[in-house]
């Protein structure tokens, strides 16, 4: 697994939800349940991915 794209993507959803938390208010009320679940998946699937790597990095060979 390509450890740069698992941070960009990482950063990426974080950061997503950093912009929604600020901006909850300017969102239209029709899109913030979509967009809401789609960042809670995306958070949730970076966590993964980082207990993921935290895992795998004991077990690479060198």
Partial sequence: ????ATLIFIIASFSLGAVILMKRESIPASMRRGIALAAIVLIA????LIVYSLFNMGSTPS
């Fill in 1 to 4: 697994m390509d450890a740069t």
């Fill in 45 to 48: 699937f970076a966590f993964f």
